[in-house]
T-cell receptor, first 112, second 113 residues
């Protein structure tokens, strides 16, 4: 079975721009979570979606938003990019809300 | 106090050595505990879940002490391929986001020939 997939793999943007990251979960998984990992740190939780509803939100500004589609894929949007948004953005899928999470390869975002 | 704390290392050990990583967590109501492994510039991968009774998977042994809010990972007979960053991960209790994994900063292990 295919694992979690994310696109694009790499992205370079400039300050003030907007970006959309995409994630497809493992088949049969209904929950998608998004994490941000800056260099030298562990991943930090941004959002969790389950059955197309937001079920959790981390301590991130309103510039960050997400949604989940009927096929359980998800998008993460970041507006008004800042240099500090440069990070590896990880998507994880799980069958249910508290089940084991499996991570995708991530999208590496660089903001110049 | 940080929610999950780990010694960042690095731990530099020779092949065949036994190495132990420790982790503490602050929320006594946390419900689930894990060790993830992350190779350089790759995604975290689940290594093992951690149970109060302790659990073993080959050369890897994980222990949880709820009273002390302490988690450990022991790696025996280290291999070169064990070189990676090991992330201690806690799933908080119900009430917040049920999928909000809380990660430590990670402990870097380097196994040398």
């Amino acid at each position: 079975d295919a694992g979690v997939t994310q696109s694009p793999t790499h992205l370079i943007k400039t300050r003030g721009q907007q970006v959309t990251l995409r994630c497809s979960p493992i088949s049969g998984h209904k929950s998608v979570s998004w994490y941000q990992q800056v260099l030298g740190q562990g991943p930090q939780f941004i959002f969790q979606y389950y059955e197309k509803e937001e079920r959790g939100r981390g301590n991130f500004p309103d510039r960050f938003s997400a949604r989940q589609f009927p096929n359980y894929s998800s998008e993460l949007n970041v507006n008004a990019l800042l240099l500090g948004d440069s990070a590896l953005y990880l998507c994880a899928s799980s069958r249910g809300l508290s089940d084991t999470q499996y991570f995708g390869p991530g999208t590496r975002l660089t903001v110049l | 106090r940080k929610e999950v704390e780990q010694d960042p290392g690095p731990f530099n050990v020779p092949e065949g050595a036994t190495v132990a990583f420790n982790c503490t967590y602050s929320n006594s109501a946390s419900q689930s505990f894990f060790w993830y492994r992350q190779d350089c510039r790759k995604e975290p991968k689940l290594l093992m879940s951690v149970y109060s009774s302790g659990n073993e998977d080959g050369r890897f042994t994980a222990q949880l002490n709820r009273a002390s809010q302490y988690i450990s990972l022991l790696i025996r007979d280290s291999k070169l391929s064990d070189s990676a960053t090991y992330l201690c991960v806690v799933l908080p209790a119900y009430g917040g986001s049920q999928g909000n994994l809380i990660f430590g900063k990670g402990t870097k292990l380097s196994v040398k020939p």
